[in-house]
């Protein structure tokens, strides 16, 4: 497949250039600043394809292939971007990871897709260990399918948290960090699990860091530890925070808490949920400021009714009632999002300022990152997976290229 765009994502911006894809794989991809932003329709059909692809050269040579015209796709006037990876979200359509069946998986990694997330990496809630390692087995027998999103792993949000800032967890099995707990978990998700979520100050949790953070990435999560206790942390190998602002200490120039210890290390990355409701447009422009374009990982934090109207679901077992962009527990608690990743980017940079170049890598390279597979995923690069998502100038989904085909 040839895709010609006169908006074709560098990692920094955007230029003219074609992308050449073969099987799942991106093998040639050109930029010419100077390249029309249209071809003539003859071209653009296939009749004259090889005169398209000789002009661009790359590290790879000459591309000389010729392309049938059903090989040939125009996004002339649109962007083409990386696909997105959601590294934190719950669920979708109805369905929830934690409910542990393969039903859930392929339901959720198939809207997921369609709605430009090639890659997912869904998140735990705080339950028994039974009912997780009903999840991890769950999780070890996937098999990525026909049209759905690659399953890049899970993110184990609970149970290590602070009975104090449980968010939307179910409090009556938040426990401390269990080693030998954990190692069976991840045992019996085949090795799946990519990030563990710790409260730093709970008992124990500094010495679990130390153990696993060579395996698993660790991040601070649901916690009230200090400025002093997040370096502690960090220095013991944790390199992420969950959900930056949400469920954690702010910043108080008295007390700065744990953000400020995270801004201080360079090797520290943040989740940020920019769905318009958890946190004020001005923090979000802040969280970019202060840790850069390269340490912001987007997230959706979606839970079941993403993809669904208004009304009564549950989240970790505890009902949550939807109106609109909310999700609450009766309390008033935010229970997760109801926007997937890409209406999270969307609403960064249409309602939030964020440059378009600094939201598209925030929700493909820099998560891609995070689970240590940028080799593979999060950007436009010979050699790695063809998932490709062409946005209308509008930033709504024209198509979806997973793993070289498309949807």
Known sequence: MLIRSDRLFTGH???????????????IVNYDS???????????????????????????????????SNEVLDASGCYVIPGFIDLHFHG??????????????????????????????PATMTYPELKLETVMEAVAAHQDGLGQAALLGINM???????????AQNPAYVRKADLEEFHRLQKASGNRVTLVDVAPETEG?????????????????????TYDQAVTAFKAGA?????LYNAMPGLHHRNPGPIAAAAERDDVMVEIITDGVHIHPAMV???????????????SDSMRACGLADGLYDLGGQEVTVQGRHATLADGTLAGSVSDLHSCFVTAVKEMGIPL????????????????????????????????VILNEDLTIRDVILRGELL
């Open 205 to 225: 949790a500094v010495e679990f860091i130390k153990e696993v953070s060579g395996q698993t990435r660790v991040s601070v999560a649901h916690t009230t530890c």
């Open 34 to 68: 100077e390249l029309l932003a249209q071809e003539s329709a003859d071209v653009l059909a296939g009749q004259e394809a090889d005169q398209l692809t000789a002009g661009f050269a790359s590290a790879a040579g000459e591309a000389d292939e010729v392309f049938e």
């Open 285 to 299: 422009r802040l969280a970019f400021s202060l840790f850069g374009s390269d340490r912001v990982i987007m997230i």
């Open 92 to 121: 979708c359509q109805g369905f929830d990871l934690c409910d542990g069946s393969e039903e859930a998986l392929s339901a959720i990694a198939s809207y997921e897709a369609s709605r430009g997330v090639t890659g997912i990496n």
């Open 239 to 243: 390199r992420q925070m969950t959900h």
């Open 13 to 27: 911006g955007f230029q003219p250039g074609t992308l050449t894809t073969e099987g799942d794989t991106i093998t």
């Open 357 to 388: 170049a600094v939201a598209v890598r925030a929700a493909s390279l820099n998560p891609a990152t995070a689970l240590g597979i940028e080799e593979r995923r999060g950007s436009l690069e010979a050699g790695k997976i063809a998932d490709i």
């Open 157 to 167: 949000e609970g149970p290590y948290l602070s009975p104090n800032k449980v968010g």
